[in-house]
């Protein structure tokens, strides 16, 4: 069965997941794949969300949803460097190795972060599903146009001035939308 299956069958979250996101962090350290797995279970399906809607590639999404848990489990120290929410975090890296993957098979310019900070607690399989919900209903509230921009900045990796000359625009204009974009998506992923 491929991983794709695999991910997307997932059962929902298990009585494993009763543990939280920093318990989790010190068993990994201490080398515990039980841990392991369930921080897998808990963060799989977004990470390879974020990286399909990004790669558009079913098969170069497993690669990178494979590379990011082991090289999760091969340097745990790294989570301990984490602010803030593991699931945010985990969803900003996935989608940074998924466009870094872009750039290396065709190279373009560069990208400016675009951060979009959770200030749920998404190790909550509800609450998860509950911003998911809130963040997909207010992209289809957006304006064609500004949709069509967020999605060239955030899933394509298009930079501000590679967008800009796609849609006739100033890179400035550009950027602004995108930042009007992104603080709107924030405000409605707050529900």
Partial sequence: MALT???MEMPAPSVREVRDDATLVMEIRGGDEAAMACFYDRYARVVYSVLLRVLHHPSSAE???EDIFLG???NPEELLEVRGNLGAWLAILARNRAIDALRRRSPRGTVADISMA????LSSEAERQAVAEN???AIAQLAPEQRRIFAMAFFDGLSDKE???IVGES???IKMRIRDTLLALRRAARG
Avoid: C, F, G, Q
């Avoid at 959770?118 to 607690?121: G, R, S």
């Fill in 5 to 7: 299956a695999k991910v």
């Fill in 63 to 65: 690669d990178l949803l």
């Fill in 72 to 74: 999760i489990w091969r």
């Fill in 118 to 121: 959770a200030m749920h607690d």
């Fill in 135 to 137: 963040t997909r209903a």
């Fill in 163 to 165: 967008i800009a000359e």
């Fill in 171 to 173: 890179a400035p204009l």
